[in-house]
T-cell receptor, first 115, second 114 residues
Framework: GAVVSQHPSRVICKSGTSVKIECRSL??????MFWYRQFPKQSLMLMAT?????????EQGVEKDKFLINHASLTLSTLTVTSAHPEDSSFYIC???????????FGSGTRLTVV | DQQVKQNSPSLSVQEGRISILNCDYT??????FLWYKKYPAEGPTFLIS?????DKNEDGRFTVFLNKSAKHLSLHIVPSQPGDSAVYFC?????????????FGTGTQLKVEL
């Protein structure tokens, strides 16, 4: 079945630095990838929709200059958290929609801790 | 504005019994619904889905029921097993005009006890 690989699984960074999270579709091409954020005991909140070769579409309230998304190829999307602050600490998850139908495959998530 | 709601944050069921997880939505434009299972610090795993043209879909121990008039769907797991213990999220999308985005519910923590 479809596999989405997300790295790193866990990262700790200092306040003010930037962190890049990668999301790769391993055995299928994903023209669209999605980035979510989950706070403890809460739902997955969509941050942005990433389309290959074009600018990402951000959800209301998500700062596009802080959360940079690049979808340079059909198998790779990256999320860069710029100038990270402790309030950015969260669980970030990507997903990719396979081209065959309605399937959405999720990555394993990245636990970001900003200290 | 929470368009997809799971009003029960937790559910405890005995092994072998039926687990019923409920989900309500407010946006009548949603036409595709999915259930995911999630463990802590992991991504969601797809379980089962249903299109709005159906009212039931079954896959092994999992059955999803959709009541469009009530804007309600439910996931039945029977028989429940200890390995089913996890957080279950329902999700909804608009295939047409919705950008295929998934809107998730708030999740229900299922605990299957021996």
């Amino acid at each position: 079945g479809a596999v989405v690989s997300q790295h790193p699984s866990r990262v700790i960074c200092k306040s003010g630095t930037s962190v890049k999270i990668e999301c790769r579709s391993l055995d299928f091409q994903a023209t669209t990838m999605f980035w979510y954020r989950q706070f403890p005991k809460q739902s997955l909140m969509l941050m942005a929709t990433s389309n290959e070769g074009s600018k990402a579409t951000y959800e209301q309230g998500v700062e596009k200059d802080k959360f940079l998304i690049n979808h340079a190829s059909l198998t790779l999307s990256t999320l860069t958290v710029t100038s990270a602050h402790p309030e950015d600490s969260s669980f970030y998850i990507c997903s990719a929609r396979d081209q065959a139908g309605y399937g959405y495959t999720f990555g394993s998530g990245t636990r970001l801790t900003v200290v | 504005d929470q368009q997809v709601k799971q009003n029960s944050p937790s559910l405890s069921v005995q092994e072998g019994r039926i687990s019923i997880l409920n989900c309500d939505y407010t946006n009548s434009m949603f036409d595709y619904f999915l259930w995911y299972k999630k463990y802590p610090a992991e991504g969601p795993t797809f379980l089962i889905s249903i299109s709005s043209i159906k009212d039931k879909n079954e896959d092994g121990r999992f059955t999803v029921f959709l009541n469009k008039s009530a804007k309600h769907l439910s996931l039945h797991i029977v028989p429940s097993q200890p390995g089913d213990s996890a957080v279950y999220f329902c999700a909804a999308s608009r295939y047409t005009g919705g950008g295929n985005k998934l809107t998730f519910g708030t999740g229900t923590q299922l605990k299957v006890e021996l």
